[in-house]
């Protein structure tokens, strides 16, 4: 009987410990500047922000979900020669400890596939990002349509 | 010996756009494209802009990234020629997706941005006129990267030309820029001493 409470308390500590380093992780990266671009229903668009990771150790993201469009999908744009550019899927993004990684316009972004309604200038809305460590990130995101952006 | 000299400058320079900075680099005025605009109207492109300094965007609006700069680009631009009373200059974006950007979806394309369409239009076409056309003018746009959807539709993104162009009123492009990241003083300049 008091070897069963001993695991009961033992497994529940170690609970609570793998909690609050996750609770640690999380709070290590941070999401920041998030902004949708303009689009129409049924069109696609993307999604932009930048992650601080706060901590001394890696993290990678490995997926984006929202409820905006019919598929979400990380991907970067590249450019070749002759002026062409392109894009295409990226399965994961390592965010470096102590550093900063921009989704950016002409870089990586979140791509909202197929959206399920307008997206007006002003308009606000959300999106989550999933990391290896620090798990399902919420990122608040404005409407935007400025070239402004591109430069930040 | 030196008449044929200068005959051979003379001949030089003409083919060159006159001596100015904006050599013909395709003579559009000659042909034409029957397009249909956003409101369903079928134009003859480019004799519908002739007499008018026109910048062109090439877009497809499935695009999330570089179309909506080169088009937000056009806009910028459009109004520092209107804040700069600089008129008889016509928008034309022309999708290279005509599959997918039928009429409506331009409109709904302009209609979400708030452009101001009275000197802007967007254009689409049949595919092979349209092929043609960005043939003619030097656009590439090849089928890249996928996306496959839950109801097993695939949805393809071109691989293409990032292109602004600057058409004189006779329908001769002379000049070409990076749609997504044009110098907008540039341009400008350029306008006013086509």
Known sequence: MKIRTVLYLLLFISGIIVAQQNKN????????????RVAAQGA????????????????????AESELAEVVEVHETFKRENDMMGMRKVNFVVIPPRSTVKFKPRDLHVMLIKLKSDLKVGEKSEATLVFKNAGKLKAGAVVRDMQMMMNK | MHKVLINCLLIF?????????????????????????????????????????????????????????????????????????????QFVSISFDPENDTPEVLKKFAEV??????????????????????????????????????????????????????IDGEGRIRKNYPGSSINVDEIIEDIKSL
């Open chain 2, 113 to 166: 941005r708030n452009l101001d369409l009275s000197n802007w239009t967007f254009l689409t076409g049949d595919k092979p006129v349209v092929d043609k056309l960005m043939k003619h003018v030097g656009v590439v746009a090849v089928p890249g990267d996928s996306t496959v959807f839950p109801s097993g539709k695939v949805t393809y993104y071109y691989i293409h030309t990032d292109r602004i162009q600057l």
């Open chain 2, 13 to 89: 320079w003409l083919l060159t756009g006159c001596g100015n900075d904006f050599p013909v680099i395709e003579d559009l005025g000659s042909s034409n494209y029957q397009l249909t605009n956003q409101i369903e109207k079928e134009v003859q492109f480019p004799d519908f802009v002739k007499g008018k300094t026109v910048i062109a965007g090439y877009i497809f609006t499935n695009c999330p990234d570089i179309c909506p700069l080169t088009t937000n680009n056009m806009r910028l631009i459009q109004e520092r020629l209107k804040k700069e009373n600089v008129k008889n200059v």
């Open chain 1, 44 to 63: 696609n668009t993307a999604l932009f922000f930048e992650v601080v990771n706060n901590s001394d150790k890696p993290d990678t993201l490995l997926a």
């Open chain 1, 25 to 36: 992780q999380s709070s290590k990266i941070e999401i920041k500047e998030a902004w949708i």
